[in-house]
């Protein structure tokens, strides 16, 4: 199988600003203006190499780098060392909450969402977006109106709706199934799935190792921004719980 | 520079949406919409027009002074308020969407620039009334709104950068535009000022800016070529101050938004 991404030695930092300062006021007094900001390491030299119709499960504690290596290899934070291949096209991250303009209804939610991932044309437009609302089981009045009066589950159903209807050919997902309800999360689970069968490459954030060896193959724990196990889930899964043990 | 234009075709559908969002957030909420944008020159107008129209006898025409003013001073407050908080606001889309940082000011100020000329075309036919002259060098509006936007693009690419780290950017600057107000000749004559206080107003980038937006207003002229170099210089140099912060900074964002 051709690789789809690979990351070679990647180290990523963040830029924080040193002593806690996040106003001029502290940066004044507390006189930084030497170095106002210090690099603090998330990624610690990551290898990874996976391959086309992986799914991946990443395991990890809290602070341990999961999301920050989804937004690596979606592009969305550069690495400070090492490289990064990718050869699929990159769909958006699926995090809870993103990219949602609580003013806006949810139709227009749902039209700048499909045109943010680049799933936007004329022709399909109408087509792509009758997909999304039967997937999300909204009704048209409900999508008619602002998000801000949607309940989260409401909420996580439209962001998903609009990147799962799609077809994705990488699908990253970061802990947003724990939000809808039973039958929505089955609905999800099915059509993840489905996007895996037809040769879609997955990388699922979770904190349910239940869920990661449900859905996933291959499973990576990371500890401290650093790649503590790479096998398969079921291993990553005992891995994990060790961790808390 | 192909590059970036090639880049922008490629993704003309997010950048017309950004821009739709940021519109449809403006004026969602309001009944009038867009029409509570021209009620703030029109009710500087009407105050200015009433209190100040005899202080300032050297003025031919101050209603066509004051206005002409006025309309541009809107447009580069609103601009740079509305990007000191660009990255902020769309603090959920940059973590989860791999489109280029810079779509979100330069779409935000794709939306005001949209309301400033839509507004740009009532307050043209008042103008028209208080004496403005219609002839082919309006034309030299084009180039002189553009220069224009470039100078908001770039300080509101400056206060939006550091306003990510230092949230307190955003107050500061809210202090400093309305100061700014009082120290640009908007609603008074430039030669008004203080011989020993002139620098204030030489250095203040507006004065130049108001110099040649009033050629072609207020004069109906072409913009002199002096104070047009002069825009264009100090256009240049923010530019590329705010670039240099700007790249600096940038890869800090995500983990301080």
Known sequence: MESVIKLHNVSVSYLQSRKGIHSLKDFILKASFIAPFQKHRVLHHIDLDIKKGDSVGILGPNGSGKSTLLRTIAGIIHPEEGTLQTHVRISPLLALGAGIELELSGYENMRIALALSGNYSKATRTEMMEKVSDFAELTNEQLRMPTKMYSTGMLARLSFSSVMTANPELLMIDEVLAVGDRGFQKKCMNRIHEIIENGATLLFVSHSPGEVEEICKRGICLKDGKKIFDGTSTKAAVVYNKLFD | ?257
């Open chain 2, 1 to 257: 520079m192909f590059k970036i234009l090639a880049m922008l075709g490629n993704r003309k559908y997010i950048i017309f949406f950004l821009i739709y969002k940021n519109l449809q957030l403006k004026y969602k909420h309001s009944a009038l919409g867009f029409l509570w944008s021209l009620l703030h020159p029109f009710l500087y107008l009407l105050i200015f027009l009433t209190i100040f129209s005899h202080a300032f006898p050297s003025i031919q025409n101050y209603p066509l002074y004051v206005l002409s003013g006025l309309v541009f001073w809107i447009y580069f407050s609103g601009g740079t308020s509305a990007l000191c908080l660009v990255f902020i606001k769309n603090a959920f889309l940059i973590k989860s969407f791999n489109i280029p940082k810079t779509f979100y000011p330069l779409t935000e100020l794709g939306g005001e620039l949209i309301s400033f000329l839509l507004g740009l075309i009532p307050f043209m036919v008042i103008m028209y009334f208080m004496g403005l002259h219609i002839t082919l060098n309006l034309l030299y509006l084009i180039p002189v709104i553009l220069l224009f936007s470039i100078f908001i693009f770039s300080v509101g690419l400056i206060l939006g950068s550091l306003n990510v780290f230092f949230r307190d950017v955003g107050i500061l600057w809210n202090t400093i535009n309305p100061a700014m107000f009082y120290l640009s000749p908007i609603a008074y004559p430039a030669n008004m000022v203080p011989e020993r206080f002139k620098f204030i107003v030489q250095y203040n980038p507006l004065y130049h800016f108001l110099k040649i937006i009033r050629n072609v207003f207020y004069d109906g002229t072409a913009p002199s070529l002096h104070y047009m170099v002069n825009c264009l210089v100090i256009t240049t140099v923010t530019a590329l101050i705010a670039f240099l912060i700007y790249r600096k900074i940038r890869n800090g964002f995500i983990s301080n938004l």
